[in-house]
């Protein structure tokens, strides 16, 4: 395998609970991936395993070519990995612009003040609010705003944790549309965990389908859909 | 009223130290949830360092500044070597930390008692002795201290507010996993927050030892006062702190001239921080942060 991001049969636990066995996947550079799972299926786990958060892992965790299996979560943003996390990490006493700024607190370069107002285009809410104490966004501001935060360091690949999580519907189309273009527009690669399978059905070129801690099925979306007893499992249908 | 006025002014220089106290235990607080009780010792402990190098003939700014440097490499080791290895601890809990911490408090009050004696010690001063400009009111150092209370609180705002380095310390104490991945070193920030607090208790020692004589207790009144300061102007705000150290200051001083006299001065502490966390544990200017679900 040669994708940007590869998993090879890696396990991960928390301490003498095992979570993932054996879980292989590919993220393509400037491919866009789903891993959808119910409940406990292991996909929170699955991008803690790449940023080495808290899970011990087994296996091989390799991003552009380079093995990460042992780097610390500090280091891994450096590498060009943007994790949007479960709960979306925000820092809510801090105003917007400095959650932005600490986005690319790793960078060294002089285009951050640039990189502010470009990402602001994507997010135009953003803007109006830069001076306000986080915590007062609504959730799917909030929700923005990490996003948000991970492009500041300017990542080859975005771990996106359900960002549909407790947002309404039309929020959500919203900030899938984005995606979308950020994908296209920027080259960038995204790992898309999600339970709400039909959104993501619609974003992405390949899924990955998780079963307590196992892929069970993996393959184009269209695939996934027709796929009888993935259905019935998996989509209610 | 002249001697209403003395007290009330001397009282905020009083405020003063209470105040540099009170940021360096509202510095630690916010990053890890804990008081540390030993604060105000290695502040003192600082002191006798300072004192030694005056002693040894280096000027008194130069003492100043290497005591500086080696209170913050104190506390940074602290927390680095002890610390940092507690919190690793598969059963460490809140009281692992208040038992290390009276620890540590016993230490350098033994270690000062033993390198340096217990006989009171005079400290110098970098202002001039005598009154502020014949004021009746204060004298220089007194005004001294205000003023470098002040420029260090300022410091230390500018720091936070407009440093890339205050703002990972800032965004590490409040959502450390968070921090990690935008790629904050969590534990040097903890480790670097120790070392400013302790630099912080270094200024206050040596503004305080001038006035009231070096000894190894004389930091444990202090410590009291700054914490009283800390919990009255919001434990949980950096800005409210040193306020709280000025009203204490004042407040002390003048019930202590004037209604329970000088030795109820240190209940009258208590009596703040039991007031202000029975009623108002949140401190008078303590922010509740504003969370829209």
């Known amino acids: 395998m040669s994708g940007l991001l590869v998993l090879e049969d890696v396990d991960a636990s928390y301490g003498a609970t095992t979570v993932l066995r054996g879980v292989s996947l590919e993220v393509a550079d400037g491919g866009m991936v789903a891993l959808l799972g119910a409940n406990g299926a292991g996909k929170t786990t699955t991008l803690r395993a790449i940023c080495n958060m808290g899970v011990k892992t087994r296996g091989g965790i390799r991003f552009a070519g380079k093995c990460i299996g042992r780097t610390s979560t500090e280091d891994i943003v450096r590498l060009g990995i943007g994790h949007v996390p479960e709960g979306r990490g925000t820092f809510m006493s801090l105003s917007v612009d400095e959650n932005l700024r600490l986005g690319a607190l790793r960078r060294r370069d002089a285009g951050i003040a640039g990189d502010i107002a470009r990402i602001c285009d994507y997010f135009p809410v953003l803007r109006d609010r830069m001076d306000q104490q986080a915590g007062t966004l609504s959730g799917g501001e909030q929700q923005m705003l990490a996003i948000a935060r991970a492009l500041m360091s300017r990542p080859r690949l975005l771990l996106l944790d359900e960002p549909s999580f407790g947002l309404a519907p039309v929020l959500v189309q919203d900030i899938f549309r984005i995606l979308r273009v950020i994908n296209k527009e920027e080259r960038m690669s995204i790992l898309l965990v999600e339970q709400n399978a039909r959104l993501a059905f619609d974003l992405v070129g390949q899924v990955f389908l998780l079963e307590t801690g196992r892929v069970v099925a993996s393959g184009p979306p269209q695939q996934i859909a027709a796929d009888e007893t993935v259905r019935r499992a998996y989509l209610g249908q | ?293």
Request: net charge positive.
């Open chain 2, 1 to 293: 009223m002249q001697a209403f006025l003395h007290q009330l002014l001397s009282g905020i220089a009083d405020g003063a130290i209470y105040a540099s106290v009170a940021l360096a235990l509202v510095m630690i607080f916010k990053a890890t949830h804990q008081v540390n009780f030993a604060q105000g010792e290695m502040a003192m402990f600082s002191t006798y360092i300072a004192l030694a190098l005056t002693q040894a003939g280096v000027p008194y700014w130069v003492a100043f500044v290497l005591t500086l440097v080696f209170s913050f490499v104190l506390g940074l080791a602290i927390q680095r070597l002890l610390l940092r290895r507690l919190s690793r601890l598969p059963h460490a809990s809140e009281l692992t930390a208040v038992v290390v911490f009276i620890g540590l408090f016993i230490i350098f009050n033994g270690a000062a008692g033993s390198l340096f004696g217990y006989t009171l010690k005079e400290f110098p001063t970098p202002f001039d002795p005598g009154a502020w400009y014949g004021s009746t009111y204060l004298s220089s150092h007194e005004v001294g201290m205000i003023l470098m209370t002040l420029i260090v609180l300022g410091i230390v705002f500018v720091f936070f507010r407009f440093t890339r380095l205050g703002l990972a310390m800032r965004a590490a104490a409040e959502n450390p996993a968070s921090s990690r991945l935008v790629g904050i070193r969590v534990g040097w920030m903890l480790a670097l927050g120790w070392g400013l607090a302790a630099g912080l208790g270094a200024v206050a020692g040596m503004m305080a030892a001038h006035k009231v004589f070096l000894d190894p207790n004389m930091m444990s009144g202090v410590l009291l006062y700054g914490l009283a300061a800390a919990l009255l102007g919001g434990i949980d705000n950096p800005w409210g702190a040193p306020i709280g150290g000025f009203i204490v200051g004042a407040l002390v001083n003048l019930a202590g001239a004037y209604v329970v006299g000088s030795h109820l001065q240190q209940a009258l502490a208590l009596l703040v921080i039991v007031v202000v966390l029975v009623f108002k544990p949140s401190g008078l200017f303590g922010r509740t942060v504003v969370v829209r679900v």
